[in-house]
C-alpha cells in the first residue's frame, strides 16, 4: 500500500511538472497569437486612413486643378497646332493620374473671334466673364514649355489667389533698346518682364480688374512689336498695377538639365527638326539692296552668309555685275519698298523652277543662317500658304492684321506667292511698307501669318541675354554699332568656332 501511494505521489509530482513546463510556451502562443490577432485589426484599419487621407488629397488638388485655367499660345499652321495639341494632351493626362476633376486647356488659335487673339489683352473681358467667379488663375504657356503639374500646384499655393498677382521668370533690358521704345532710359534693368517660354500666370482678381480697365478705356497702342514687355507695361499701369513677382520655379532650363529638380516648368530649347533639312535648292534667297549700300552691307553679306545659299539674287536700283545685282526697274524709295517686294515675288513665281518651294526675303543688312533656316523649313508643309517670321501686329485691339517684320527676314511657301498674286491685293503706293501691306494682304485672304521667335528685328545687345540663352537664333538685323562678321560667326554660323578666310575664328557671346 505504501509502495502504491508513493507510486502515485511520484506520477502526480510528474504530471504537475511536465504542466508547469508547458504552461510558458502556451502562454508565449497565446500572446503571440494575440498580437497578431491585434495586428491584423490595424492593418485593416490602416488602408482604409490612408485611402479616406489620400482621397481628401486628391479631393484637394482636383479643385486645385480645377481653378486653373491653362492658355496655350498656339498658332494654326499645322506644325504649330500639333505641338500645341501634344501639350494639351499631356497636361490633360498629368490631371488624369492626380484625381477627377480635369482643369480647362484652351489654344489661343482655336479663340477666333478676332485677329488679335494671340496679344492676349484683349482676351482679358472674355476670361473675366466665362472664369471670372469659380477660378482662381489663368496660366499661359508656348507650346514648348514643359509642364509638372503637381509642381506648379505647389509653386501657386503660396500665392494668395485672393489677390492681383502677375508671377512669372523676370526678363529684364540691361540698356534701353529700340524694340522697348527706350523706355526706362535711366535704369532699364527695374523693369521686369515675363519669358513666355517658362509660363506666366495671372490670378483671377487681376484679370478681373483688366477686363474692368479695358472695358472703360479700349487699347490705345498701335504697335505690337514685343508682346511680353508691352503686357507687363499694361499690368504696371505706371505704378497702378502690380509688377511682375519673379517666380524661380518657372524655369527655361532643359527638361534634361541638372538643374530643373526645382523646376514647375521647363523649356525644350532647340531648333525644330523635323527629318532632314531641306535641300539648299529648295530656298530661294533674294537679298534686297540699293547702290548706296553695295560697298558696305553686300561685302558683310559675302563674308557671312551667302556661301550658305545655293539659289541667290540681289536686287537693286542699279545693275552692278561685280556682285551681281539685278535692276528690277522699280525706283529705290527711302522707306517701305512695297513696290521692290512685290516685283521680287513675281520674279520668284515667274522666273524660277517651279520645284523650288520656298522663298526668304531680306535686307541687305540682315544677318541669318540659311543652315539652321534648312532645318526650321523641315517642319513647315510647303503645300500650306506658310508665310513665316517675327511676327508684328497693328492695331490689334480694335480689329487690325498681324505682319511678319522684314528686317528678320520673311519665308514664303512658293503656295503662299500663288495665292498672294492671284489676289488684286497690291501696294497702295511703292513705297508703302512691305511687310504691313503683305501681312494686311494675307489677312485678308484668311491665311495667318507664322511666327517663329528665332527671327530677330533687331541686334542681340538688343535682347536680354536670358531671353537668349534658350534660342538658336534664325537671324538678326541691323550693323548699327556692331561688328556683322562678329555677330554672324558667335551667333549664326553652323559651329561656334567657323573657318573664315583659311582661320578659325570664335567670339564670346558676353562681348556683343
Not at 491584423?40 to 486645385?64: H, W, Y
Not at 528678320?408 to 511687310?435: E, W
Not at 511666327?451 to 531671353?467: G, T
Amino acid at each position: 500500500m505504501s509502495r502504491e501511494r508513493g507510486c502515485s505521489r511520484w506520477l502526480l509530482f510528474a504530471a504537475c511538472a511536465h504542466l508547469v513546463f508547458l504552461l510558458p510556451p502556451l502562454r508565449a502562443r497565446a500572446f503571440a497569437l494575440s498580437v497578431v490577432s491585434e495586428g491584423a485589426e490595424d492593418e485593416t484599419e490602416l488602408p482604409v486612413l490612408q485611402k479616406s487621407e489620400k482621397s481628401r488629397t486628391t479631393s484637394k488638388i482636383g479643385r486645385e486643378l480645377k481653378g486653373i485655367i491653362f492658355v496655350i499660345q498656339s498658332q494654326s499652321n499645322s506644325f504649330h497646332s500639333k505641338r500645341a495639341e501634344d501639350l494639351k494632351r499631356d497636361i490633360l493626362k498629368q490631371a488624369e493620374d492626380l484625381g477627377k476633376e480635369l482643369p480647362k486647356v484652351l489654344l489661343i488659335h482655336q479663340i477666333d473671334r478676332h485677329e488679335g487673339a494671340w496679344t492676349i489683352l484683349p482676351l482679358m473681358k472674355d476670361f473675366s466673364l466665362t472664369y471670372g467667379r469659380n477660378s482662381s488663375w489663368i496660366f499661359f504657356c508656348e507650346e514648348d514649355t514643359r509642364i509638372q503639374v503637381v509642381k506648379l500646384l505647389e509653386t501657386l499655393r503660396r500665392f494668395d489667389k485672393s489677390k492681383e498677382w502677375f508671377l512669372g521668370k523676370a526678363l529684364y533690358d540691361e540698356e534701353s533698346t529700340i524694340i522697348h521704345h527706350y523706355a526706362f532710359a535711366e535704369n532699364p534693368t527695374v523693369f521686369k518682364f515675363p519669358d513666355f517660354a517658362a509660363g506666366w500666370a495671372l490670378s483671377i482678381p487681376l484679370v478681373n480688374k483688366l477686363a474692368k480697365k479695358l472695358k472703360s478705356e479700349p487699347l490705345k497702342s498701335d504697335f505690337t512689336i514685343d508682346l511680353k514687355h508691352e503686357i507687363a507695361l499694361y499690368i504696371w499701369q505706371k505704378g497702378e498695377g502690380p509688377h511682375l513677382t519673379p517666380v524661380p520655379e518657372f524655369c527655361t532650363d532643359d527638361v534634361n538639365s541638372y538643374k530643373v529638380d526645382h523646376c514647375a516648368t521647363t523649356f525644350s530649347n532647340f531648333l525644330p527638326l523635323c527629318g532632314e533639312p531641306v535641300n539648299k535648292e529648295d530656298v530661294f534667297v533674294a537679298v534686297k539692296t540699293c547702290q548706296k549700300f553695295h560697298g558696305d552691307r553686300i561685302p558683310v553679306v559675302k563674308q557671312t552668309w551667302e556661301g550658305e545659299a545655293a539659289l541667290i539674287e540681289y536686287y537693286s536700283d542699279y545693275a552692278d555685275i561685280s556682285i551681281p545685282t539685278i535692276d528690277l526697274g522699280v525706283p529705290n524709295t527711302d522707306r517701305g519698298h512695297c513696290g521692290k517686294t512685290f516685283a521680287i515675288l513675281e520674279r520668284f513665281l515667274n522666273h524660277t523652277s517651279p520645284r523650288t518651294p520656298w522663298l526668304v526675303v531680306v535686307d541687305d543688312d540682315t544677318l541669318i543662317s540659311i543652315f539652321r533656316l534648312r532645318k526650321l523649313l523641315s517642319c513647315y508643309d510647303p503645300n500650306e500658304p506658310v508665310f513665316l517670321g517675327e511676327r508684328y501686329g497693328y492695331g490689334l485691339g480694335t480689329g487690325g492684321y498681324s505682319y511678319i517684320t522684314g528686317g528678320g527676314g520673311m519665308v514664303f511657301s512658293r503656295t503662299a506667292v500663288q495665292k498672294l498674286l492671284a489676289s488684286k491685293c497690291r501696294c497702295y503706293s511703292m513705297d508703302a511698307p512691305d511687310d504691313m501691306v503683305l501681312g494686311m494682304c494675307f489677312s485678308g485672304l484668311g491665311i495667318p501669318i507664322t511666327h517663329s521667335p528665332l527671327f530677330h528685328q533687331a541686334r542681340p545687345m538688343d535682347y536680354p541675354k536670358d531671353y537668349l540663352s534658350h534660342q538658336i537664333p534664325v537671324s538678326f538685323h541691323k550693323h548699327w554699332n556692331i561688328d556683322p562678321v562678329k555677330v554672324y560667326f558667335t551667333w549664326l554660323a553652323p559651329n561656334t568656332e567657323e573657318s573664315h578666310n583659311g582661320k578659325k575664328v570664335g567670339y564670346n557671346r558676353e562681348d556683343l
